[in-house]
Each structure stands twice: as C-alpha cells, then as structure tokens.
C-alpha cells in the first residue's frame, strides 16, 4: 500500500516537473523568438537570394577593421617618412586583406577543415548535434559560452552579429549560416572565412596573418607554418606564440594528433612536427619585424625604425599614439644601393670568388651620409633582407677595419710634422720587436718598392711605409687626438683601440657607421658630426622626439685636410688600389677613396666621398676565411662605382682645392721637386709649407 502511494507520488510529481520544464521550454522558446524578431527580419532582409548582399558585409567588415566602427576599436598607423615627406611605410595595428582562395596552400584548407570543421562540405551550415553537445556543456559549466560551430556559423557571426555571446545572437548566427549555405558555394564561404578569421595582433585574414606571424606571403608558408596558424585560430592572441611558446606547442600538438588520426598526416610527421617545430621557430623577433610591410621597398629602414621604436618606446605607445617618424633617408638613393646591391651580388661577386661555398659566405653593408649634416642618406645591412636576414650590419656589426685607416694616421702626421706627402720612405719588409715578440708587418702580395714618396705609399696603400710612419708617433698622443677629433664613433669600438702599432694597419674593429663618422671631417673639410637617421617623432602635431645634431666644427685644419683628400683622388687614378675597378664600372665622376683589406683576407672595404656625400661599403666572410681573399679594390669598390654612379649628380659636388694656404702644383716624379716643362709630373694640392722651393734641374 505504502509503496503503491509512493510510486503513484512520484509519478505525479515527475509529471508535474515534465510540465513545468516543457513550459519553461515553450516560455524560453517565445521569449528568443520575440527577442529574434528584428533580427531575423534583417537576417531575411539582407541575405535572401543575393550574393552581393554577403559581399557587401564583407566589405563593410573590411571598413570597420580600418575606419574602427561598430564594435571595432579606431585603427591606429605608424607612419614613417623619408627626408622629402614621401612616406617610406605606413603601418597598421589592424590589418586586413581579401585574397582568392586559390592563392591559399591546399594543405593550410585541409589543416583548418581538420580543426574547426571536419563535415565542412557535407554538412547544411549546421550540424545540430554539435549544437545540442554544446548546449548540453553550457548548462553543465553554467557558461555562456558556444563552441562547435561550423566554419559557415563563424563566417555567419562574424558578417552579421554583433560577435557578443548571447543566445539570441546564437539563433540569429544559425539562422543567417542556414540562408548563407543557400546562396553560396562551399568554396565561397571557406574563402570568406580564411580571409576575416581573426590571427590576434590586429591581423585579419590568412595574408595578413603569414606576414606578421612569418615575413612571407601566404602562397609562401610551408606545412609547419600553416599548422601553426590553424592551431591558435580559436583564440590567437591567448595561444600565440608571443604569449607563451607552450601553450602554441601544445595547441600545435592538438592539432597533429588529429591530423594524424584523420590519416592526412602520417604519424612520424606528427610526432616530428609537434615534438620540433614551435621549439625552433625563432618567434622572437615578432612584435617588431612582424609590423613590417613585405612589400616594402625601404625594409632595411622600415626594420631599424621599429627597433629603434622599441627600445626607446615601444610598439605598442607608437601605434596608440600614431607616431609619425621622419627620417633623413632619401628614397631615391635607398633603392638605387638595393638595386646596386642586388646587382653587386648577382653579379660580380660570383665573377670574382672561385668557390660558390665563399659566394654564400660572404655578406654586405653599406651607409651613405651626407658628410656636412650627418644625415644618413641610405643604407643596407646584408645582401637582402629577410626575416632569416635582418641583421643590421652597417650599425651593429663591429669587423677588422684595415687599411682604410691609413688616411687618418697619415693626417695626423702631416699635422705633427712627422712626414708630408713628398717625404721618402723606403718600402721594404719589416721585422720590429715589440712585448709581445717579433711583428712582420708585409705588403698586399709582399712586394716592395724600395724609396717611394708618401703620396704614392698612400695611393699603393703600402703597409710597411705606413707602419714606419706609425712609429714616428707618439700612439698615445694620436689616440688622444683621434678620440677628440671623432668623438662620435661607438664608446666600445674607442675602447677597443690601444697604442699598439698595428693600429696604424687598423687591427682594431669598426663598424660602418663607426667608419663613416671617422670620415664625415675629412669629407666635410673640419666638422665633426654624428651620423644620425631619425629626425623627428611627431604625434598628434606634438614633437616627440627631435634629434640634437652633435657636431664639433674646425676640428681638422682645412688645408691639411685637402691636401689628405687631393691624396685620396689618387687611389682611384692609374696606380691606385681601386682604379681597376672604377674601369671595369665606367665611373665618370671625381671621386676621393680608399680601400680597406685586411691581412687574413675576410673583409673588403672601400669609403668613398666627394662634397656631399660619403659612402662606406664593407663586405666580408660571415665565417672563417674563405678561399677567395677579399681586397677592397677587388669587391666593395664594385659597389660604391655602380651605386654612386646612378645618384652622384644629385647628392655630390667635386672640391675646389682653393685655399689662402696651400695650392695645387706639378711636381717632377722623380726628383719631387717643382716640375718643369720636361718632368714627368704630377699634379697636387700642397700646402705652402709643403711645397718644395726649387724647380727639378734634371730634366
Ligand atoms: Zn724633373
């Protein structure tokens, strides 16, 4: 009896529950239906039967991406300048752009039907299973939250909801993927989704995400790459790898594993892939370089602007306060050292090393200043730049220097009095003892010239003459000068520099920029000045930063000075170490230079100047020596004749050698006396008290 009751009770209060939930249902059901109404009255409005309708929201989720509207923060720009206003980059902190489907890789499709979608093409735009699976865990973890949407629901939400999760958007999004699946083809909509799917850090779309995330364009991306885009698509910012490589590698893992059980990938690859691939891809370098345009023609400057940025800002405060930079490079002469570049190393270098092992050893850099201002003019920093590639070499690399230090020594000596250029020295090999034992100096090819004047030691760039000039000196007299008269070179490489003799054969390391300081007075005839690339920062019309030009004026004397700089037109002349060079190139402008070689042969260097523009050219072995020696007439000479060539007439002006004391005068080659009608001559800017007082008798 007893129990009968209790069954009849329980019966009664299960039917009474039933109820109570099938009209909460129904309640519930009305209530979204109501609350669906306008929606779904847009929703029809706007999608039944016409393409162009969806396309239209494609585009105007394009607008919201760049103008900011509609749930959309403002886009923010980082703009940079060159030194005539033309904008070398204009960046986004949103990006956003529309490709074919074609231009995608297959396998980076078949990764992301794998991850988000596997019934993709056979499915109606719902799979109401994976809606109930998801409904059920929503009310299990009592969050608001909807996982399980087919590629046709995010595109669906995406393009006509407000992307905020409420249930009433939820019946709106499969409500809008169901009229999509009638109007467009799978293949449409996959291509729609690939191209507004969110990457994180204001990239949209697979494009723009293969740029920031890697440097290349999508058609670009291996398998790994790809993978790793598909595996954080569902929250990218929270699983990039900029945030934590772990929580990548294991989304990355997810990923493989599934690959892997589908049978797309074969379980070696897998395993191989997930267990290597986020370890060793470098993500380090994103957040600067991974703003860069690829289709930039400046990137050199691009990527040393945003490093720049970042240390003494940071991204982040430059997009938020639209930083706009102004630069003082010159776009014209910026692609035209690219474009001589691409040249110098497609060309003569593989005519000039006998090993392709050197050719792929061996990298470039080159600086142009204007000598007067010290405004950086152009530059590059390795043969092309790339993501693998992106070392600056001009400005951070320190190598051998050489001899094209030998001018500057030679100035200290005419200052001093220790030689001029008619001064006789004889060329022969050299045994000098020093604390560290016996030092040999030789000559390039160890050939001597026996007694040979100044002007033609420095011409021939003989070490063993200029190592008998050096120990002339007080070396620490010379460094005391040197560091007044540059004070601008890097504090490191100053105090890499010691009183030894080998200094004067430049056994001590520089950088580009180190050397193009070093060579701005000798070029400008007196002014110290610090070669600089930023000018100004501006934000919102305010100054951010404006860039103190550091200059120090008459610290060389002017007649010295030319008298060096007539000197230095000689190495390019008949006899000089780079002529054979300025041949071969058919430069047709005055130049003043001097090529660097060092003893084992790794670095070739050539500075060359006139009035207005100064150009320094290094290239060298990133590893070891390789089996070609390098000379700086027989490499970086190539490249500063076929650059300077395309923009001389735009930036240089020749010298005028006039000078209350001093002037140019013929001088008999063999008695180095003032040349007569009859002697075989040549011609120099002396000053007076250098000059000799009697005319050759011997002709
Ligand atoms: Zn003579």
Redesign the pocket.
């Known amino acids: 009896m007893i129990d009968n009751t209790n069954k009849k009770n329980k019966r009664v209060k299960r039917t009474i529950i039933l109820s109570i939930i099938l009209i909460l249902i129904i309640l519930i059901f009305l209530f979204l239906a109501y609350g669906c109404y306008k929606d779904l009255a847009e929703v029809i409005l706007n999608v039944s039967g016409k393409k162009e309708s969806i396309y239209f929201r494609v585009k105007e989720f394009q607008n919201q991406i760049h103008y900011g509207s509609r749930g959309f923060a403002t886009p923010h720009t980082i703009t940079i300048y060159d030194r005539n206003r033309v904008v070398i980059a204009s960046l986004k902190d949103k990006d956003y752009q529309f490709i074919s489907i074609q231009q995608v890789p297959v396998f980076l499709i078949d990764l992301l039907l794998i991850k988000e979608d596997m019934t993709f093409f056979t499915h109606k735009g719902i799979v109401p299973r994976r809606i109930f699976v998801s409904l059920l865990k929503n009310i299990r973890y009592g969050r608001n939250a909807f996982g399980g949407s087919t590629i046709t629901q995010q595109v669906s939400k995406l393009l006509f909801t407000d992307q905020k999760k409420t249930v009433t958007r939820k019946v709106k999004e499969i409500i809008t993927a169901f009229y999509i699946e009638k109007i467009l083809t799978k293949e449409e909509i996959l291509e729609i989704y690939i191209n507004i799917a969110y990457f994180g850090y204001g990239r949209y779309g697979v494009s723009k995400a293969s740029e920031f995330y890697f440097n290349k364009k999508v058609q670009q991306l291996n398998f790994a790459e790809a993978a790793m885009l598909v595996s954080i698509i569902s929250s990218p910012e929270r699983f990039s790898p900029l945030k934590n490589k772990d929580v990548t590698k294991e989304k990355f893992k997810v990923l493989m594993n599934r690959a892997k059980k589908v049978e797309y990938i074969d379980a070696k690859t897998a395993d191989n892939l997930s267990q290597n691939y986020v370890d060793t891809y470098d993500f380090t370098k994103l957040g600067v370089s991974s703003y860069l345009q690829i289709e930039d023609k400046s990137p050199w400057v691009q990527s040393y602007v945003l490093s720049w940025i970042n240390s003494n800002y940071s991204i982040k405060q430059a997009f938020e306060s639209d930083f706009e930079i102004y630069t003082t490079t010159d776009s014209y002469a910026q692609f035209a050292l690219q474009d001589s570049a691409n040249y110098y190393v497609s060309q003569i270098i593989p005519s000039r090393v006998n090993d392709p092992a050197d050719e792929n050893n061996l990298e470039i850099a080159s600086v142009s200043v204007n000598p007067l201002t010290g405004e950086i003019l152009s530059f590059i920093g390795g043969k092309k730049y790339s993501p693998l590639n992106e070392f600056n070499r001009a400005f951070s690399s320190r190598r051998q220097v050489g001899s094209i230090i030998k001018p500057v020594l030679y100035l200290y000596a005419f200052l001093n009095n220790i030689v001029n250029p008619l001064t006789v020295v004889e060329d022969k090999p050299l045994s000098i003892e020093t604390s560290t034992g016996k030092w040999e100096p030789k000559n390039y090819g160890q050939q001597y010239n026996g007694p040979i004047p100044i002007f033609r030691a420095l011409q021939k760039s003989l070490n063993s003459v200029m190592v008998q000039v050096a120990m002339k000196m007080d070396l620490n007299d010379f460094l005391d000068w040197f560091n007044d008269v540059f004070p601008f070179i890097d504090k490191k490489s100053q105090e890499a520099l010691k009183p030894y003799p080998s200094i004067a054969l430049g056994s001590f390391e520089f950088s580009l920029l180190d050397i193009a300081s070093i060579y701005c007075p000798i070029a400008n005839l007196g002014t110290s000045v610090k070669p600089y690339l930023i000018e100004k920062v501006m934000s919102h019309g305010n100054i951010i930063y404006q860039n103190n030009v550091e200059k120090i004026y008459d610290s060389i004397d002017k007649t010295l000075d030319l008298e060096l700089i007539y000197l230095l037109g000689l190495t390019s002349a008949d006899g000089g170490t780079s002529n054979f060079a300025k041949r071969q190139t058919g430069f047709s402008y005055p130049v003043y230079s001097k090529t660097g070689t060092t003893n084992n042969g790794k670095d070739s260097w050539f500075v060359g100047f006139t009035d207005g523009l100064l150009t320094v050219v290094w290239t060298g072995y990133e590893k070891d020596t390789g089996k070609t020696a390098l000379t700086g007439g027989g490499f970086s000479a190539y490249l500063y004749y076929i650059y300077t060539q395309k923009i001389y007439p735009f930036f240089a002006e020749d010298y005028k050698f006039v000078d209350e004391n001093g002037s140019i005068v013929p001088i008999?080659e063999?008695?180095l006396l003032k040349?007569?009608e009859n002697?075989p001559k040549i011609y120099l800017f002396l000053p007076y008290i250098h000059q000799p007082s009697e005319y050759?008798a011997?002709?």
Do not use: G, P, R
Request: hydrophobic fraction near 10%.
């Open positions: 008999c063999t008695t040349a007569n002697c050759c011997s002709h």
